[in-house]
């Protein structure tokens, strides 16, 4: 019957068997699979629960020897911040990231503002010492840090195309299969829409000039997804396969699988989260809103319907001043519209004074407490 739940299935295979045998794996996936299966037998022997993370943008090839490619705005902070919340709450963390995005622990000092030498002083002995007004912080995250390293609880892997990310995530997943109800799948990363496919990207780097423009050495009877026309650069993308059925019934089907859901619009945020739900029939999606994601998301869920998760209106800046301060919000992506507002309109911006992950987790890891019982009463077994 067309249409039927096993016809779908049946093509959801063939474009997963398509789309992983035209676009070949990274070269490090080997070894990354090697110390994954490590990882994964050390804790499940330990009776640990696994927080599979992925975190930071996926790239875009225009090009076989790469050049030039798209990428995306995430740098990896929900992610890198999320993982420490996990270790936190006693989970065993594999983190699938974007390479140089941000990680965590070291997040604390990188890609903001301020150099790390910001930190840093010279003592009288002429040694290089924290300094004083940032030794209660080091000496937390430091401690943190070091207690997760000896008792190796962090496994860190990297990507950086779209195609890298969905290899290691389909060969991870199914490593951890035998994880079962104990393992969540975090997925945080922003990841691609459109690709070119690898049949269809140029070997060499596209050439401005038409005096050498060479557009044809791609193996596909259609023209390559990025070439140049004339002076123009053109980019004809192909979508990428939605994987998540496949994560969800496939590759990991008795894990708790959390998925995030980004828009820019606040009147599409949960209805486009719902139906994420709806179509993929996994745990949770969290619904983020590019301007305000640090301050509020949404749990979408079978469990427990939609739930809003907030920084609490006291905490939404780190420096509370005068003109800082801020008003309860009206409406917001569930009301109104408008964003999360200063006292003077202005949009938020800057960081709150609490990481929003640190509530997010926690919920989290309460769902999956709940889950886990569930599959505890329906098998006998997680
Ligand atoms: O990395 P970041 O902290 O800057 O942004 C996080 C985020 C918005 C990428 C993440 O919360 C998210 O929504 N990820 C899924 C994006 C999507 O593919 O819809």
Wanted: aromatic share 8%; no cysteine.
């Amino acid at each position: 019957m067309a249409g039927s739940g096993s016809d779908s299935e049946a093509t959801a295979e063939a474009l997963e068997s398509q789309y992983f045998t035209n676009n070949p794996p990274p070269l490090s996936l080997h070894s990354h699979l090697a110390l994954t299966q490590a990882f994964i037998e050390r804790h499940t022997d330990q009776g640990r629960r696994i927080a599979l993370v992925t975190s930071g943008g996926t790239t875009v090839p225009l090009e076989n020897q790469t050049v030039r490619y798209l990428d995306n705005f995430s740098a990896g902070t929900r992610g890198a911040t999320s993982a420490e919340y996990f270790l936190e709450a006693g989970y065993a963390v594999v983190f699938l990231h974007r390479q140089f995005s941000l990680l965590p622990y070291s997040r604390h000092y990188s890609h903001n503002t301020s150099s790390f030498l910001d930190y840093m002083k010279e003592d009288q002995d002429g040694r290089v010492v924290v300094q004083e007004q940032h030794q209660p912080e080091m000496v937390r995250v430091l401690r943190e840090y070091t207690h997760v390293k000896k008792q190796n609880l962090l496994l860190i892997l990297s990507f950086v195309t779209i195609t890298e990310y969905l290899w290691e995530l389909r060969e991870v997943a199914k490593l951890m299969r035998p994880v079962g109800a104990k393992a969540v799948f975090y997925l945080a990363a922003a990841v691609s829409d459109f690709f070119v496919p690898k049949d269809r990207m140029v070997e060499h780097k596209i050439q401005s000039s038409e005096e050498f423009q060479a557009n044809g050495d791609n193996t596909n009877s259609k023209p390559p997804a990025a070439r140049t026309e004339g002076k123009s650069l053109i980019i004809d993308l192909e979508p990428v396969p939605k994987f998540l059925k496949q994560l969800v019934d496939g590759w990991a089907p008795n894990s708790m699988i959390v998925s995030f859901k980004l828009e820019t619009d606040p009147s599409m945020l949960v209805r486009k989260a719902q139906y994420a739900l709806e179509k993929y029939q996994h745990h949770l999606v969290i619904g983020n809103l590019l301007s305000t994601r640090k301050w509020e998301v949404v749990f979408v869920s079978a469990m427990d319907g939609e739930k809003w998760i907030r920084v609490p209106p006291s905490r939404r800046t780190k420096s509370l001043s005068g003109i800082e301060a801020l008003v309860g919000r009206a409406g917001g992506a569930d009301g109104d519209g408008s964003e999360l507002k200063h006292s003077d309109g202005r949009a938020m911006q800057g960081e709150p004074a609490v990481e929003i992950e640190s509530l997010i987790i926690p919920e989290i890891a309460a769902m999956h407490s709940r889950l886990i019982r569930e599959s505890v009463r329906e098998k006998g077994t997680v």
